[in-house]
């Protein structure tokens, strides 16, 4: 498993738990907030456990939807943060 | 007592109908048996207890932060925690949604006056709020995912303070909002987070289509933004809800607020003391969806040792259901929606 997986398995892991939310009713490729999964207050919730968990600090410039508007697209911008930290 | 369906959680007051609870075959439910829960809480509170000094270690001129004050005990203490605790130079704002009860305005006026802090009371108009709490209790605005913390009108409501303190926060140059949240009716979290108006409008982009549609265009000037404003924000003001990180149990909170001038109102509900709206918010989120709004926060409460199960059980069925009829004709319900909300007009 390369890196950017392992961190969606993580991702995917805390949004299932934390939105009560079961892993194959997830778009992948959707925003969050558009399923209808998260609000405002969710949006949140993610940016601090992507802080948290892998350590990278997300700046108010990262906050856009292209950084956050999938879960993918999270598990993708995290890892190549991760990368460039390395 | 607004009856709530269904079997409750035999150690905290959840109900079987709180999305995604599952129940042993002794009746306790997932979030009490879940153990991992109270250790997540316990680090966000470690963590948010340490940015909150990091942000208040710096003074900032007009003032450190903007107190979004109700008038209830809880967004009282926040102001004295503010002030005497940590400080800070505040300007105390109260939305005035035309339902504040009568003691809860005196309250503003007598804590801010003990505290020596600037007042700041704004009215919306009056039509336009009936039309949006209307909207809320005969319309889906919300999804329902979202709605497990708080009901719909309040949820039009908060947002409407959120988005005025907002305004007030940028065009005065203060860095920080202080709200009286609770653990419960917040994620542990959002203790403190960046409040980043642009990132976050994504998710109000769909409930506020549905408002507007309902309500009229006006919306976007009261939820809204103008860019010109938004353009000449360097960094966005910081949320913090201090009494997230007080282990207090209500009456304590009551008891050093009462120290400050603070009075309990008559004619409000027990989950809330300053606002007779809540009432019939409670009422239409418990007639849609089976559980009351504020479950998850007294449930973290008894969790926490901060209140028994049979308090906790007494203030959500604590309701003057005797005044619905009259709460509904206020906001401007017709006799017909009068009758689709189960209530009997006049």
């Known amino acids: 498993m390369n890196l950017e997986e392992t961190v969606r398995v993580s991702l995917l892991g805390f949004v299932t738990q934390s939105f009560n939310v079961a892993a194959a009713k997830i778009d992948m490729n959707k925003s969050l907030i558009d399923q209808g999964i998260i609000d405002s207050f969710g949006l949140v919730e993610i940016a601090t456990f992507i802080e948290q968990e892998f350590r990278i600090v997300v700046k108010e410039s990262d906050m856009t939807r292209e950084a956050f508007g999938s879960m993918n697209k999270m598990a993708h911008f995290i890892s190549g943060r991760m990368e460039k930290s390395a | ?133 209307r909207a809320t209790a005969t319309l889906p605005i919300y999804r329902e995912q979202t709605l497990t913390r708080i009901s719909a009108g309040c949820n039009a409501c908060i947002s409407l303070v959120n988005t005025m303190a907002l305004r007030i926060a940028i065009e005065k140059n203060i860095p920080c909002i202080l709200a009286g949240f609770t653990l419960g009716q917040i994620p542990a979290n959002a203790i403190v987070f960046r409040n980043h108006f642009r990132f976050l409008a994504d998710s109000r982009k769909e409930s506020l289509a549905r408002l507007t549609e309902a309500v009229g265009e006006e919306v976007d000037a009261y939820y809204n933004l103008p860019d010109a404003l938004l353009d000449r924000v360097e960094s966005y003001p910081h949320n913090v809800n201090l009494l997230c990180l007080e282990e207090l149990s209500e009456d304590a909170i009551i008891e050093r607020v009462s120290r400050l001038g603070w009075r309990k109102p008559e004619g409000v509900d027990g989950c809330s003391s300053n606002c007779e709206l809540n009432t019939f918010n409670n009422y239409v989120h418990e007639r849609r969806f089976g559980f009351s709004p504020y479950e998850l926060e007294l449930s973290i409460l008894i969790r926490k040792g901060l209140m028994s199960r049979t308090e906790g059980l007494a203030k959500i069925g604590d309701n003057p259901v005797e005044r619905l009829t009259e709460f509904a004709a206020g906001l401007g319900f017709s006799p017909d929606e009068h009758r689709e909300l189960g209530l009997t007009p006049r």
Do not use: W
Not at chain 2, 9 to 22: D, E, H, K, M, N
Not at chain 2, 94 to 120: H, Y
């Open chain 2, 1 to 133: 007592m607004i009856e709530v369906r269904g079997v409750r959680c035999v150690r905290c007051i959840l109900s079987a109908a709180f999305p995604g609870l599952t129940f042993d075959a002794d009746g306790v439910c997932s979030v009490c048996r879940d153990t991992t829960v109270e250790t997540r809480l316990d680090e966000a509170i470690t963590r948010a207890s340490k940015q909150v000094h990091e942000l208040f270690a710096k003074r900032h001129q007009p003032y450190d932060a903007i107190v979004c004050n109700s008038g209830g005990k809880d967004s009282s203490y926040t102001l004295a925690l503010a002030v005497q605790k940590y400080g800070l130079r505040v300007l105390s704002f109260t939305l005035d949604n035309g339902f504040l009860a009568p003691v809860a305005a005196e309250n503003i006026r007598r804590v801010t006056d003990v505290l020596g802090v600037e007042q700041l009371t704004y009215r919306p108009s009056m039509s336009f709020f009936r039309k949006v709490i």
